[in-house]
């Protein structure tokens, strides 16, 4: 089965603990990226990859960290929390055309992380 | 950088009415445009994309538009069914391969 897959699904953590949020598919995408969602801001990318060992910035990247060392896998690196991550948190992947990206997203289950 | 409205937070519609969600973009034609379906705590779920130089796409009871003139997509749910209630995501490319979403409208069919 076609999956996104991420882990955890549910975390609490305090301020300062270095914590990793993976992301697995197995759909051999090029796209991979990592969004937010909060209340009344909808989808905010942090992340994206459009392969391996390509990674760039999306709209919210302070205070998060990436790396994309395998086509499958996308982890969402916290290295210090702080509470305005608290936040649900989704990675996502596609494959890539010719002329760019510009097919559907697939989207995991979602992380809901909490920072005290 | 590019900016979408979705037009309403929460539309609430009676069953088997068709439901119009409006998407609208700020700056640049985008090459194509996609809805998502997102239900509570869950993933969203793609539905539909359209590109620039179509005018409408269909799938089943779903209808999308895409007017560049007015910077605007409406999306169509026709004989709505309670089971359709969930928010409804568009999305375009902005720059840089980043994607740009709403932040979605809240659809509630009523039985």
């Known amino acids: 089965e076609a999956q996104v897959t991420q882990n955890p699904r549910y975390l609490i953590t305090v301020t300062g603990k270095k914590l990793t949020v993976t992301c697995s598919q197995n759909m051999n995408h090029e796209y991979m990226s990592w969004y937010r969602q909060d209340p009344g801001l909808g989808l905010r990318q942090i992340y994206y990859?459009?392969?391996?060992?390509?990674?760039d910035k999306g709209d919210v990247p302070e205070g998060y960290k990436v790396s994309r060392k395998e086509k499958r896998n996308f982890p969402l690196i916290l290295e210090s929390p702080s509470p305005n991550q608290t936040s649900l948190y989704f990675c996502a992947s596609t494959g890539t055309s010719g002329r760019g990206h510009s097919g559907e997203l697939f989207f995991g289950e979602g992380s809901r992380l909490t920072v005290l | 950088s590019q900016k979408i409205e979705q037009n309403s937070e929460a539309l609430n519609i009676q069953e088997g009415k068709t439901a119009t969600l409006t998407c609208n973009y700020t700056n640049y034609s985008p090459a194509y445009l996609q809805w998502y379906r997102q239900d509570p705590g869950r993933g969203p779920v793609f539905l539909l994309l359209i590109r620039e130089n179509e005018k409408e796409k269909r799938k089943e009871r779903l209808k999308v538009t895409f007017d560049t003139t007015l910077k605007q997509s409406l999306f169509h749910i026709t004989a709505s069914q309670p089971a359709d209630s969930a928010t409804y995501l568009c999305?375009?490319?902005?720059?840089?391969?980043?994607?740009?979403f709403g932040s979605g409208t809240q659809l509630t069919v009523l039985p």
């Open positions: 990859s459009m392969n391996v060992e390509v990674t």
């Open positions: 999305v375009t490319p902005g720059s840089a391969r980043q994607l740009t």
